[in-house]
């Protein structure tokens, strides 16, 4: 099991920082993203039964927009500060704080797993043993639904919406990233990029969505 590492605590910390803005600022964002709507909207018709896991669930809208679609999901966070948000935001909903790095579900026990700009605070390196993890508890055909940002930079930021923090955000390559999750078991990738919708609405990146599977005994 990996152990805490400096990066994840100062990730952690970064983030209760900022939860109650990240809150504020990013909850209502599906309201204007039609294809991440539409993204999620084929993962609730692709997969009918069985436990969805939202890693890094932040305040838990993209936990909210499944359950609302009949999926069964519960939503993850290293940041208590954004369980807390998520919580407060979603009652009825189950979240908890942990580490998908070291996810407390047994092997081969989840439907799907979505990780919505969730593994973008870990280098590139270190992305197969995150994937690793996630493709250790997807049950056999199981999809990883995954978001990043692309590109080569390592964005370091010391402020969102006012609010003073520290974090590392890594850009990636969508190739790199093929390649950890096909080095991690998984197949049958399927990516899409997208350009950022109006700068009111998101961080004017270049946007990758890709689905991958455990596959089939
Ligand atoms: C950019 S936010 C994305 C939140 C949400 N999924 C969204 O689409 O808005 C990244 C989230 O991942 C969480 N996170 C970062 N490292 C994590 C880890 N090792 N395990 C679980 N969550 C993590 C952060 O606390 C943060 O809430």
Not at 123 to 139: G, I, W
Not at 142 to 150: I, K, N, Y
Not at 162 to 170: C, N, Q, Y
Request: aromatic content about 8%; charged content about 20%.
């Amino acid at each position: 099991m990996p152990q805490k590492n400096s990066s994840a605590s100062s990730t952690q910390a970064g983030y209760d920082l900022i939860a109650q803005a990240y809150a504020d600022h990013v909850y209502g964002e599906l309201a204007h993203k039609p294809f991440d709507r539409a993204f999620l909207d084929r993962l609730a018709a692709d997969v009918p039964a069985g436990q969805v896991l939202d890693v890094g669930c932040g305040p838990g809208h993209v936990t909210r927009y499944l359950a609302d679609r009949g999926m069964t999901v519960q939503g993850l966070d290293l940041s208590g500060e954004m369980v807390a948000q998520a919580h407060r935001l979603n009652p009825g909903l189950p979240f908890l704080q942990g580490d998908m790095r070291a996810l407390p579900c047994a092997d081969a026990s989840l439907a799907a797993v979505v990780a919505f700009y969730a593994v973008i605070h870990f280098p590139p390196a270190e992305l197969q043993s995150v994937f690793t993890e996630l493709a250790r508890v997807l049950r056999p055909g199981g999809l990883l639904a995954l978001a990043f940002h692309v590109g080569d930079e390592v964005r370091q930021v010391e402020a969102l919406w006012g609010v003073a923090t520290r974090l590392d955000f890594h850009f990636f390559q969508p190739d790199q990233v093929v390649q950890s999750l096909q080095a991690a078991g998984l197949t049958d990738i399927e990516l899409t990029e997208r350009p950022p919708y109006d700068a009111t609405v998101e961080a004017q990146t270049q946007r990758c969505y890709l689905r991958a599977h455990k596959p089939s005994q």
